[in-house]
């Protein structure tokens, strides 16, 4: 499968995915898109954020809570991506912010 390269506003790599899954830049598993759309909960059910055209992730204010979507099975390490660089800045779409991918400790 190929990957998919997640950047915020301000150009910087925080996330990839694979398939359904996505990850953060340290390759842990952080959320999956459970809906044929590109809004990403986290792996506990909760909104992350939506992939916007291209290859940003933002997340959409006062969005709507879906439900629980479930939880799809712990997908595996995926290896390291490597990494993409640096994809400029983009300006916020209108009622978005960026997200923040948590790092565990």
Request: charged share 15%; hydrophobic share 30%; no cysteine.
């Amino acid at each position: 499968m190929s990957v998919q390269y997640l950047f915020n506003s301000s150009g910087e790599w925080i996330a990839f995915r694979i398939g359904k899954n996505v990850y953060d830049s340290d390759a842990e598993w952080v959320g999956w898109l459970p809906w044929d759309d590109n809004d990403v909960v986290t792996v506990d059910g909760d909104y992350l954020g939506t992939i916007h055209p291209g290859n940003r992730l933002y997340k959409i204010i006062g969005r709507p809570y879906r439900g629980y979507p479930g939880y799809p099975g712990y997908p595996g390490y995926p290896g390291y991506p490597g990494y993409p660089g640096y994809a400029g800045y983009s300006s916020l779409p209108s009622g978005t912010t960026d997200v923040v991918v948590m790092k565990k400790a």
